[in-house]
């Protein structure tokens, strides 16, 4: 996410423009869930990440596939085909971190300050409209996130 | 968007004020990373929502003596080089930054390249071609050959950033970018492949040429003295 006010006039538009075409939430069910510390956690990106022997992302996805990232995957198997030029790539190209915070994670569970971290992690194309086109799929990973007895999800968007 | 999640109204949301494709903040900074991580994961605890929070920090900022220095060296190209077409000249240049290109790779222990699934050189001919409207052979199959030009495209955006944050200095994003696409043979190659693609009568390649070649940044600024 970025600040609005930091943006040129003609990119400021271009977010705004999008406004009126997200999908609403609309659950108002709110879910407490158990302490943080107990808590199982997976990372679903919209960065376009996938492992280097995966096909790239295309058109022939229908742009709402996904791909799967064990959690024990290098660094050095992760790469990315965003089909965005709009956001930088120079940051993900010194630290995998900045989009996929896996390292963050195990850190935080060997700090005991989450409970573990999934075995599999997700990513998406993020970018593409109408975004609500990606529910299927979406609903599909949540099913297997539950397999995977995850309870909790960080989100990272670029 | 902070404007985004406030339509969208999902349960729990923090935002952070950094720039597009940096979710997480600083490179190679854990200690802010684990900030912004645990900030999230925290809402996880609230008892009820839909919660909406700011991070308290921002990146901090390149102080602006460091990004000129940052700012990349042209590549200088030899005399006998000066009746060279695009192609040889970018092939030229990515001669010369493969030892820097190399240097990022060992001391990263990866590298962002090698998606296309082709050896760079080869990329640039394809890129070129395209750009010409001349014959080309996709250099893979099992992708559609729009894909494979994005992909070869990207693969000519990773190297040079990669190439060049080995380089000595501090590198903000708009330096990368406003080398790449101002000073470089290989800027120069993907605006005339813009150019080519933006007046193609196929969808796809249209639409590449409008959403994913040039970035709107680079389309409002150096491009419009190119284009």
């Not at chain 2, 684990?34 to 919660?51: D, Y």
């Not at chain 2, 998606?115 to 001919?125: F, I, K, R, S």
């Not at chain 2, 330096?175 to 080519?196: E, P, R, V, Y």
Request: net charge neutral; glycine share 8%.
């Amino acid at each position: 996410m970025v600040r609005l006010a930091d943006l040129p006039e003609w990119e400021r538009d271009h977010m705004l423009n999008k406004i009126p075409n997200l999908p609403r939430f609309g659950i108002n069910a709110w879910v407490a869930g158990r302490p943080l510390a107990k808590r199982r956690v997976a990372i679903v990106t919209t960065a376009g990440l996938h492992l280097r022997g995966d096909r790239p992302f295309g058109q022939g996805d229908a742009r709402s596939a996904y791909r799967v990232i064990p959690g024990n995957a290098s660094a050095a198997d992760i790469v990315m085909s965003q089909f965005s030029t709009n956001f930088d790539r120079s940051g993900f190209q010194q630290d995998l971190n900045i989009a996929f915070p896996i390292d963050r994670l195990r850190e935080l569970a060997g700090d005991g300050i989450i409970g573990s971290v999934a075995d599999f992690h997700y990513s998406f194309m993020g970018a593409g409209s109408p975004v609500n086109r990606m529910e299927p799929k979406a609903r599909e990973v949540a099913g297997l996130l539950k397999k995977d007895k995850v309870d909790a999800v960080l989100l990272t968007p670029v | 968007m902070r404007e985004h999640a406030e339509a969208i109204q999902p349960p729990r949301t923090l935002w952070v004020p950094f720039p597009l494709g940096r979710p997480l903040g600083v490179p190679n900074d854990p200690a802010f990373q684990r900030r912004v991580v645990i900030s999230a994961l925290r809402l996880l605890e609230r008892p009820s929502g839909p919660v909406l929070e700011d991070f308290p920090e921002d990146v901090p900022p390149i102080a602006e003596d460091e990004s000129q220095e940052g700012m990349a060296c042209p590549i200088s190209f030899a005399p006998d080089m000066a009746k060279a077409t695009l192609a040889e000249k970018v092939a030229a240049e990515i001669s010369q930054l493969r030892a820097w290109h190399d240097l990022s790779v060992k001391n990263r222990g990866r590298t962002a390249t090698g998606v296309a699934g082709a050896a760079l050189e080869d990329l640039v001919g394809f890129i070129a071609a395209w750009a010409g409207g001349k014959p080309r052979t996709n250099f893979r199959d099992d992708i559609l050959p729009i894909d494979a030009l994005r992909l070869a495209c990207d693969e000519l955006k990773t190297f040079y950033s990669e190439a060049v944050l080995a380089q000595p200095g501090t590198h903000s994003i708009e330096s990368i970018q406003d080398w790449f696409w101002g000073q470089t043979a290989a800027g120069k190659l993907l605006f005339d492949l813009h150019a080519a693609t933006l007046k193609s009568s196929d969808k796809l390649e249209k639409f590449f040429a409008d959403n994913n070649l040039v970035p709107r940044r680079i389309r409002h600024t150096i491009g419009k003295k190119e284009n």
